[in-house]
């Protein structure tokens, strides 16, 4: 029997239970309408986004999301379905709120293979980015772990154990949205990302 598949696509703002989330919708007015699809079978979110960047002072792209308060450790494993420019990006994302220009942190993946970290420290400001090694395409493992204004960043390629990649602080304060991000770095193409093994590790007191 063919597994049930729940596709859950969304106009510009919408809000309803998507697995552990409770909004997907495109930042920043992005050119070609996102979608997000949940199979709750496996477990997968496929998320398909446009937009320019996730980057400069304003954003575009699609954003699976929830709000949370607190420490948390937040995992997922990143494969790209579509073929596309290098710096297409798939992130796990603290973000302030869904303005486009809102602050924000992330680690985010690039289409080549490359793991950034990014931030936006106020809202309105300029990204700043961290470039690390780049090791080739593949099937990433992400995660971001929270502890008090620490944020870790982790990566593993292709069933390789995680590895710390660094840390930094962060001034989003708390609530803030945690999420899935997706962006084409174009404006007359999609990216299409899957997210597997996607979990969500918080204290009771931290859950929304």
Known sequence: ??????????????????????????????????????????????????????????????????????????TATTKFLTDGIAHRKAVLMLRKSLDPDSAYLDLALHGDGTPVVQFRNAKGDTTNTVDLVTAGPGVWKLRVVRKGGTVTFWAAKDGAPLRELGHTLTNLGNPFLLGLGVSSHSQTAVNTVLFSDVSLEMPPAARK
């Open 1 to 74: 029997m063919r597994p049930l598949l729940v596709a859950c696509v969304f106009a510009s703002v919408a809000f309803g239970q998507v697995g552990i989330f409770t909004g997907s919708e495109d930042i920043g007015a992005s050119p070609i309408q996102g979608s997000t699809e949940f199979d709750t079978a496996t477990g997968q979110y496929k998320i398909t986004g446009s937009g320019t960047d996730i980057w400069g002072r304003a954003d575009q792209f699609r954003l699976l999301w929830r709000e949370v308060s607190g420490d948390f450790i937040f």
